[in-house]
């Protein structure tokens, strides 16, 4: 397998695209706890943790997944069930960005490398959250959710009650649109014993609480900006984002499938990076 081929294979196997969900927020906290523009160093530091966490979750995620992701014709045509790449080259993969999230944290300060085993034990359990509750959205969510916590903590070195508003902000955005995501697989969990929202309440309840998810994050995001004593151009951010998770909603209905990976990608993309521009703009 030439290089290049490979590179691509494994960059599709952790979805390395999906990035731009949680990298704007790490970077929008980063920016929040130092009042601007926080040091290049400790900045590049934050991208190649986020970068090593995120590849290492995903990495742990599809060799966990890989029978499930073989069973359904949804995924079926990913790399490990494929065996384009075998799982004990993914493993070696997801531990050498272990180590890298590990020792960029390291190079961040003393809580940063204190806490990162707690965070990847988080991203370790997740892929087997489905197999025994349907909360599994919400640990995803919180997954996701410590990119803010983690930059703040690498910029600060101290917790501060002010970005946990960010971060519930995340963890409820990202389980309201991963609940979204699992009605592809309805049957396919109802079949195979998997614990989603949507498995369990059904498609119509889920929509629901995915919206219902989605105007706590909407709220959360409002009071992070007063918090922080925000300006008129991050309301205007914040403004733009109702309009996306409102759009999310429209193209998605239980009886109409087809634009989730519309919703999903394009709409939440924008909505991360539409936070981290607005936040930008008002404190640099």
Partial sequence: MKIKEKITNYMEMIKFSHSVFALPFALTAAILAANGLPQMNIMGWIILAMVSARTAAMGMNRIIDKDIDKLNPRTANRQLPRGVIKSRDALFF???ASALFIFSAYMLN???FKLSPVALLLFFIYPYAKRFTWLSHVILGLSIGLAPLGAWIAVTGLIDWRILLLVFAVLF???G???IYALQDLDFDKNHGLNSIPQRFGPQLALIISKGFHLLT???LVYTGMAFDLGIVYYI???LVSVFLFYEHYLVRADRLDKINIAFFNMNG???ITIFVFVFI???
């Fill in 237 to 239: 951010g914040i403004l």
């Fill in 110 to 112: 003393e809580l940063c």
């Fill in 94 to 96: 997801t531990l050498i």
């Fill in 218 to 220: 909407w709220l959360l």
């Fill in 282 to 284: 008002d404190r640099v």
């Fill in 173 to 175: 955005w990202l389980a």
């Fill in 177 to 179: 649109f991963d609940i």
């Fill in 270 to 272: 924008y909505i991360s």
